[in-house]
């Protein structure tokens, strides 16, 4: 069993990239890793504070005129290892997808057929619009390439994954739709 959970590992890596602060961490997170890992600054401070306890990053403090003291985590060599060894570890289980409008769906018998097609028309406008975020992502890495090194191409891979998925389930809801309009496919 591991010592540290995904989240110490999600911080880890995130470290590998010019973000250093607890603030560039989460805006990091919200700008990336949002769409399909969720942080909390609640889960962030105490995740830095472990890494450092344990040797995995330095703290590195620095005075600013008239504001707090800015704190910035440095990875140290054992915390590169401490990510290495755990990205080349075996996936341990898939992920189970927790989703309101399957589950609205699976009991949709208890509502009325248009109902449960304005859920399902709903839901297909929040994809399209998801998709649209995703493609305006995929530009902004594709001109900031150089920014970060290598990671570009695994930030692209990630985000090729949820365009699939998401216009995977878009076109689910147009057959679904479909399905409960009585139209043949």
């Not at 959970?5 to 949002?34: E, H, M, P, V, W």
């Not at 008239?66 to 755990?86: F, N, Q």
Request: charge should be negative; glycine fraction near 6%.
């Amino acid at each position: 069993m591991s010592k540290y959970n995904d989240t110490t590992y999600a911080i880890l890596g995130i470290l590998t990239t010019s973000c250093r602060s607890g603030y560039a961490i989460k805006q990091f997170i919200d700008q990336s890793l949002n769409h399909f890992w969720k942080i909390s600054y609640g889960q962030i401070y105490p995740t830095l504070k472990l890494i450092t306890e344990e040797g995995l990053a330095e703290l590195e403090t620095h005075q600013q005129p008239g504001k707090p003291d800015r704190h910035d985590y440095i990875l140290t060599d054992k915390g590169r290892d401490v990510l290495k060894a755990w990205l080349e570890q075996p996936i341990v289980q898939i992920p189970v997808e927790r989703n309101e409008v399957l589950l609205k769906l699976f009991f949709g018998n208890h509502q009325s057929q248009s109902q449960t097609v304005k859920l399902l028309q709903s839901y297909k406008e929040i994809l399209e619009s998801r998709y649209e975020v995703f493609e305006s992502i995929e530009q902004f890495i594709q001109v900031d390439k150089e920014g970060e090194g290598s990671g570009a191409t695994y930030w692209l891979l990630t985000l090729d994954y949820g365009k699939r998925t998401t216009q995977a389930a878009i076109e689910w809801c147009e057959a679904s739709m479909q399905k409960m309009n009585g139209e043949e496919q």
